[in-house]
């Protein structure tokens, strides 16, 4: 699954989790990197808080899906050479604001 699908993947969750999620994210601020800025960092007041409100809503799957499987961080294994992290959290930054701005404007997205 690449990073676009991803994304899509983590904004229908948070469609059925959150409704009205966009509405809440400052899409100038938004920061993969932060804990408190990144797209669950601004729902839940910290990543770990977000991450442990996905894993209580989808119950007895949970333990086999990470953030980064719903576009929400990057995946340990593109984090080993700090440019791959700056490039991969540039592009989720991106799709998420796709996502927002779809949302706001009541854009289908596919």
Known sequence: MNLSEKVERGAAL???MRPGWHDVIDK???DIKDPYLCILGQLYGHYANGLAAMWDFLGD??????GSDFG?????SEQYILSSVLSECSRLKSFWITQIDARRTKVNVV
């Open 28 to 30: 100038y601020t938004i």
């Open 72 to 76: 929400f961080s990057v995946s340990l």
């Open 14 to 16: 948070l469609d059925i």
């Open 61 to 66: 799957e949970a333990y086999r899906t990470s």
